[in-house]
Nanobody, 124 residues
């Protein structure tokens, strides 16, 4: 059974950085992509970034491109989201998700397995 668990959220000031981690337990190697989404109360879950198995391809949401970097540790099941130059609009609950196919990389429907989320707060 695939399991997804995020960590690394917290409170930072505008302009600071934060790195989130996602541990994907994939015992039968069915996961093709791992992504990050974020959500604030009353809004839809927004695509942030994803990375394919092996790290060969990455994709970013328009609002984070150039500031966030997604990467993976090839020796483990960890996926990281490095977030730089954070601003208050980046605040929210960040969810890590894993999907089995290459389709719908930026859509919620493309991911079957989800973590519980980690809170990111950006405030002075």
């Amino acid at each position: 059974q695939v399991q997804v668990e995020e960590s690394g959220g917290g409170l930072v000031q505008p302009g600071e950085s934060l790195r989130l981690s996602c541990l994907v337990s994939d015992p039968t190697s069915i996961i093709f992509k791992t992504g990050w989404f974020r959500q604030t109360p009353g809004t839809e879950r927004e695509f942030v970034a994803d990375i394919t198995r092996g790290g060969g391809s990455t994709l970013y949401g328009n609002s984070v491109s150039g500031r966030f970097v997604i990467s993976r540790d090839k020796n483990s099941n960890l996926v990281f989201l490095q977030m730089d130059r954070l601003n208050p609009e980046d605040a929210g609950v960040y969810y890590c998700a894993a999907g089995e196919s290459f389709l719908q990389r930026s859509r919620i429907e493309g991911y079957k397995y989800w973590g519980r989320g980690t809170q990111v707060t950006v405030s002075s």
